[in-house]
């Protein structure tokens, strides 16, 4: 079983970039980690995921604006959202998969000027 923490979510103004950080309690090696998030009254919806060989995907809403990344060493996976849009604007979750899904308590988002 895995933990995961997110942090760097907050309050941007349109155009601005975050950085989103996934902390995991032991070894994220195995693991397909992705980048979820969940806006008032949608449904939780991938935004990124990458997996143990470094392969990405990446929703079509935010190609080529957001990155994920992964630091097997630290036991952290990272979002880096530039170009950010109101309707970006949602609760986050980080995800590990490997026959069982984990997920963490999710971090704020909000984009408005």
């Known amino acids: 079983q895995v933990q995961l923490v997110e942090s760097g979510g907050g309050l941007v103004q349109p155009g601005g970039s975050l950085r989103l950080s996934c902390a995991a309690s032991?070894?994220?090696?195995?693991?397909?980690m992705a980048w979820y998030r969940q806006a008032p009254g949608k449904q939780r919806e991938l935004v990124a995921a990458?997996?143990?060989?470094?392969?990405?995907n990446y929703a079509d809403s935010v190609k080529g604006r957001f990155t994920i990344s992964r630091d097997n060493a630290k036991n952290t996976v990272y979002l880096q959202m530039n170009s950010l849009k109101p309707e970006d604007t949602a609760v986050y979750y980080c995800?590990?998969?490997?026959?069982?899904?984990?997920w963490g308590q999710g971090t704020q988002v909000t984009v408005s000027s």
């Open positions: 995800n590990a998969k490997f026959n069982v899904a984990y």
């Open positions: 990458i997996t143990r060989g470094g392969a990405t």
């Open positions: 032991g070894s994220i090696f195995i693991y397909t």
